[in-house]
């Protein structure tokens, strides 16, 4: 018959098995050079049991009640040198041993803390003579250390003497002390009755006593990972004298001590955090706990107002309409210092204080006699009093993108400023009435900013308006053009230093240069431009930061035997402009410029009349030899408005003498030193022939494709 195996049987078998594969059993410490052997168990007492003498209460620890401590570190010292040997962490029994220790004489000490960082404290000498009472009926002889530290051990390979060394332990106790600035813990220390801003609800750590032939000890604190609220259900708070209570202080709450945050890091973040008394008891002791009761008070508002248009309150550095004064508790009066001032405005004498419809003055001295337990308003009373207006001051032109508004008033006056934006400015007037201030905000044209003055014992003036005005640009003066001859290789003259001048030829091509600092400037001829009988050239001239200047025009002369010499040959040298041929500039009764271009030679003279932009030419023939009848001078091409949209004015017929040509122009601007060149047009003929042989050709193809399907 075959044997069942019970259930318990198996339960049994699986837990022996979990027991040799996880329950690490640690291995002895070999110290090494000898065969001595140092071992023993480390106790812990619980909690549970613990907690019902947190109140001073004597207890005697029994080691029936002893649990094993697992994880704490044992070290073995050398006790001439007291230096570490070895160190190992006790197993879940809380056993530990180092083996093959040469002869000599050691120590074991205990760890403060296990691997979770929990402190401990060893448990001194209580109960029997050994330290730990146990049952007579034993018979063993438990050499309980009373310190951290062992007593001395002798290792002698000669004597077999017992070197098991234990030790007892408990949670370490953490004081918990309470601290208050208002009122005063009272608490009986042995017969003394004590009332002191701080009270040591507990001093942490073991107490021991002796009461007959035995040692008894006490906790005194919230033993380590223990809630407060383990050891204390309540905590007591501060008496108030009677000069806090009128003074009307009601407790708020706990808030944690500085000097708590070494231990207790996860909780600065809470340093100004105020805790009810269930919240704080919830805190977990990680070490000394130190707790500040915090009050609060209440705190009236006594406001003054006052008629803005009549006067102004000033309290400290605030000054308005309205004056708010905070008073502390309900036994705080106003006084002189906490009292605001007043500053009446001109045409009105401040009166005193009113505080309802009948506004009747309250004298300054019931005011201060009076103590501030609720809410409070004054009200500034006025006289009018009367008071000449102040003269208006004058204010200088201000201009678009102005950053400075200045003008001219009474010596030491008050200058008021309102800007568009509704931002005001005071500012006050020099001794000799000159005032300026600096702006912030862009001015746009068209903007009003309003302007006052206020002189010493007198109203504010009345207020004068200013309009913002349009920035004009200073435009250019003209360039200086020496005379131009059919066949010059340069165009020259004379301008303002550091200038550019742009000059147009014939087909809408120009060319740049800049005046040098003598006031002179030459441009070559565009390549591929010969300057003929008859052409016109457009000059202007920009000076950074203004407008391009009106065109002065010169038209070419033609060669005579006093200049035959130059024909093609003339170099830039030779078109310097001299005292003697500079041309005549004169302003015309339009208010434009007069450009005259003459002749060296005494030769035709052609004047140029710019006006408004609109260019007005008049052509005179005054030959100064007879000669044979010149041809007829083409039309002048007024310089292009753009690069791309050139304005030609064509001429069927030619120019009779004395026959006005009006051009509207606009003076191109464009970059130095760029020449812009006209594209050639295709000759209109070429484009036919070549049409006519692409269609022939297409038609020969079309033959000769049909043939061949057929």
Do not use: C
């Amino acid at each position: 018959m075959r044997r069942r195996v019970s259930l318990y049987t198996i339960i049994m078998a699986l837990v022996i098995l979990i027991g040799v594969v996880f329950i690490r059993v640690p291995k002895a410490a070999e110290v090494g050079g000898g065969t001595g052997k140092i071992g023993g168990k480390l106790f812990y007492y619980p909690k549970a049991n613990l907690r019902q003498y947190n109140n001073g209460q004597a207890i005697s620890v029994s080691y029936r009640s002893l649990v094993s401590y697992a994880n704490v570190n044992i070290k073995l010292l050398n006790a001439a040198t007291e230096t570490e040997i070895a160190n190992m962490n006790t197993g879940a029994a809380g056993e530990y041993e180092f083996t093959n220790i040469p002869n000599g004489e050691y120590y074991v000490e205990v760890a403060e803390t296990d691997n979770n960082n929990v402190e401990n404290e060893i448990l001194p000498k209580v109960g029997g003579e050994k330290g730990i009472t146990y049952p007579k009926s034993w018979d063993v002889d438990i050499p309980f250390q009373t310190s951290r530290r062992s007593e001395k051990i002798t290792i002698d390979d000669t004597k077999k003497e017992n070197t098991d060394v234990y030790f007892a332990s408990i949670f370490r106790p953490y004081a918990v002390k309470l601290k208050t600035n208002i009122g005063k813990f009272s608490y009986t220390l042995g017969n003394v009755e004590k009332s002191e801003p701080e009270l040591p609800l507990y001093n942490g750590g073991i107490a021991t006593g002796t009461y007959g032939n035995e040692t008894f000890m006490a906790i005194r604190g919230v033993l380590a990972t223990d809630r407060l609220s383990d050891s204390i259900s309540v905590l007591p708070k501060p008496d108030l004298s009677p000069e806090e209570i009128a003074y009307g202080y009601s407790f708020l709450g706990w808030m944690l001590d500085e000097e708590m945050f070494t231990k207790y890091p996860e909780y600065r973040g809470y340093a100004d955090s105020i805790f009810k008394e269930e919240n704080i008891l919830g805190i977990v002791a990680k070490g000394d706990i130190v707790l500040k009761a915090m009050y609060t008070y209440p705190i009236h508002q006594v406001k003054f107002a006052s008629d803005s248009s009549k006067g102004l309150i000033t309290a400290g550095n605030q000054s308005s309409a309205y004056v708010t004064v905070n008073i502390n508790g309900n036994t705080t009066r106003l006084t002189e210092s906490t009292m605001p001032t007043v500053s009446a405005k001109p045409g009105y004498r401040f009166v005193g204080w009113y505080e309802d419809m009948t506004t009747n003055v309250v004298p300054l001295d019931e005011i201060y006699n009076r103590t501030i337990r609720d809410d409070k308003v004054y009200y500034a009373k006025y006289e009018a009093v009367e008071q000449e207006v102040s003269a208006r001051t004058t204010v200088n032109p201000i201009q678009e993108r102005d950053t400075k508004i200045s003008g001219k008033g009474i010596a030491a006056s008050e200058i008021g400023l309102t800007l568009p934006s509704g931002t005001k400015i005071v500012t006050q007037a020099d001794g000799n009435g000159t005032w300026s201030t600096d702006i912030n905000e862009e001015l746009a044209a068209g903007q009003v900013i309003s302007v006052t003055q206020t002189e010493a014992n007198k109203l504010e003036s009345l207020p004068l308006d200013i309009t913002v005005i349009r920035t004009v640009p200073e435009t250019t003066p003209n360039p200086v053009v020496g005379t131009v001859r059919e066949g010059d290789l340069a165009i020259s003259g004379k301008g303002k230093a550091g200038a550019t001048i742009q000059v147009t030829f014939k087909n809408s091509m120009s060319a740049f240069t800049e005046v040098s600092g003598d006031g002179t400037w030459s441009v070559p001829v565009i390549e591929g431009i010969n300057i003929e009988y008859g052409d016109n050239v457009f000059v202007t001239q920009t000076e950074n930061g203004k407008l391009t200047s009106s065109s002065t025009d010169a038209t070419a002369i033609e060669k005579t035997d006093a200049n035959s010499n130059n024909n093609n040959n003339a170099n830039v040298s030779e078109n310097k402009i001299t005292e003697t041929n500079l041309p005549n500039v004169s302003n015309t009764s339009g208010g434009g410029s007069s450009n005259v271009v003459r002749s060296s030679g005494g030769g035709n003279v052609i004047p140029r009349v710019v006006t408004n932009n609109t260019v007005n030419t008049k052509v005179e023939v005054a030959p100064a030899t007879p000669t044979p009848a010149a041809p007829a001078i083409p039309a002048p091409v007024a310089p292009a408005p753009s690069e791309t949209t050139p304005i030609v004015l064509k001429i069927e017929e030619p120019i009779k003498a004395t026959e006005n040509i009006s051009v509207s122009t606009v003076a191109p601007v464009v970059p130095k030193k760029v020449i812009i060149n006209k594209v050639p047009k295709t000759d209109d003929k070429n484009n036919m022939i070549l049409w006519i042989l692409l269609l022939l050709v297409s038609f020969g193809l079309s033959i000769l494709s049909i043939k061949k399907n057929k």
